[in-house]
């Protein structure tokens, strides 16, 4: 029996997904299974997960899809598999979880990562490791947790990502992938390893950290009872980054087509092989492996505006036909939107959401339509950087469920852009783009490029809409400048 299938693990922020993909790529039909979750919250802006709950989910939906595939199983060549970025926690000498599972989306961090720009060169930093000295990235989140929680701090042997303790408790090895760590914030580019000046910053040691390898497969050290049988002759991958995996599965793999998604949160990446590349600050630069780069920009807000408006505002009936007859900014409202802390271009987790402009006559839709709009004007301001950073970016192709679901709004970043917008019409495309990095890696595809992607509708912007838009977003420039300095003239 040929052995050229993958079983990918994708861990992401709201569910986890376990699916296989045969050797050209191709996600088998009605194998996989999917468990969805909340991350726990708090009111100081914590999020998180149990480390534990999370290793038991994962394990249960493996052992699910290899008892789906019976004898098939032992057709699986290998274990794939990529988790958020920018997430981490604390194991002990032992190697049990005595942290929770902290997201990037936990934000309680702030002094700490304002106490790190009083530390370190911004700028210079940025240089070194692509990221920000902000809530989302590791350096800020470790700090916070040392400051915090002593105690248990000291007891933390090592700090890993969640694909690392996952191959840790099933496996009995880790290791970091250079995709995994270039998302943290404490990795040097030009050096492809750790950066000593942030560890000493933030009083992390090296062993501290797992090494860094390339994407090879991991040596199996202490295999657990909780693998399947027929898993154990598989070679398993280190972890990758979920949203180099997204790129990659979605066919936006060379540096002339960007992919722009928007999911809960909402991102645009361009993946370029030039060694040289240098974003602008305000853009990250993270990787797939050691020669894929990839520059872009994030938005914690994306669907998550959506779903909040959607749930919270009284819509009628018919809302969405309706709210399609609404021209661009016809409401005459400018919005920040973030519900959740404001990251690229400008990464200041302090300035708040606003609404300026509201009067009795506004209405659900109004609002509901105006922070649709702002979300993409905003992701207009990470892609004229991406442009500046990669020039050759001609084509974007989108991912994520809130735009597959929403024409119209689908419609507002092509306008707000000012470029054609094609769907990606393939369903899972994370698992898939770590199903491929591994099926090239093992040689059983011969390049990415050799795994077409399903592609749907071309959707082109609307030069009238685009203009709008454009004096829309000096608008909301202005609002953003002056919140953001009502802010620092009140700390």
């Known amino acids: 029996m040929e052995r050229s299938w993958v079983l990918s693990v994708d861990i992401g922020t709201s569910s986890l997904r376990v699916l296989v993909f045969d050797g050209q790529g191709q996600m088998l039909p009605n194998i996989g299974a999917q468990v969805s979750y909340e991350p726990q919250t708090t009111q100081d802006g914590g999020a998180f997960l149990g480390a534990d709950w999370l290793l038991q989910q994962t394990v249960q939906a493996i052992n699910g899809v290899v008892e789906q595939l019976g004898a098939n199983a032992n057709r699986i060549a290998a274990v794939a598999s990529c988790t958020v970025w920018h997430s981490v926690l604390g194991i002990d000498r032992n190697g049990d979880a005595i942290t929770p599972f902290l997201l990037w989306a936990d934000s309680r961090c702030v002094r700490e990562a304002n106490e ?4 370190l060169n911004e700028r210079d930093y940025h ?62 580019h030009a050096k492809n390893d750790w950066d000593d000046e942030t560890l000493e910053a933030i009083g992390i040691t090296r062993d501290q950290l797992s090494p860094i390898v390339n994407f090879e497969p991991l040596q199996i050290t202490q295999p657990s009872s909780l693998v399947p049988r027929p898993l154990l002759s598989s070679a398993w991958f280190p972890a990758l980054g979920d949203g180099a995996c997204s790129n990659i599965g979605s066919g936006a793999i060379a540096p002339d087509t960007a992919a722009l998604m928007v999911g809960t949160s909402s991102v645009m990446r ?58 661009p900014g016809e409401h005459g409202l400018t919005i920040l939107p973030f519900l959740l802390s404001e990251r690229a271009p400008e990464w200041d987790a302090s300035v708040p959401s606003a609404i300026v402009g509201i009067r009795l006559h506004h209405t659900p839709l109004h609002l509901l339509r105006a922070f649709m709009e702002a979300v993409a004007l905003r992701m207009a301001l990470i892609h004229n950087l991406v442009k500046q950073a990669v020039p050759t970016v001609q084509h974007i192709i989108a991912t994520g469920g809130a735009l597959i679901r929403s024409r119209l709004w689908t419609q507002m970043f092509a306008d707000a852009l000012g470029q054609p917008i094609t769907i990606c019409l393939e369903p899972e495309a994370s698992a898939r783009g770590a199903a491929l990095m591994t099926l090239e890696a093992m040689g059983i595809l011969k390049d990415l490029s050799d795994a077409p992607v399903q592609l749907g509708e071309t959707i082109e912007p609307n030069p009238q809409n685009h203009e709008c838009y454009q004096e829309a977003l000096q608008r909301q420039l202005q609002l953003y400048k002056t919140v953001r300095k009502g802010m620092a003239e009140t700390d």
């Open 116 to 119: 790190l720009k009083q530390m």
């Open 127 to 188: 240089d070194r490791t692509g990221c920000f000295l902000h809530t989302n990235f590791l350096p800020a989140k470790l700090l916070w947790f040392k400051q915090n929680f002593p105690e248990i701090a000291r007891q933390v042997h090592r700090w890993l990502s969640f694909g690392e303790y996952l191959h840790l408790k099933l496996l009995g090895t880790t290791a970091c992938s250079i995709s995994m760590a270039s998302g943290t914030g404490l990795f040097n």
């Open 270 to 327: 361009v993946m370029t092989t030039d060694k040289n590349v240098k974003p602008p600050f305000g853009l990250w630069h993270y990787r797939a492996d050691k020669n894929r780069h990839l520059i872009g920009g994030a938005q914690s807000n994306g669907g998550v505006v959506f779903q909040w408006l959607t749930e919270t505002l009284k819509l009628p009936d018919g809302w969405e036909d309706e709210l399609a007859t609404m021209q």
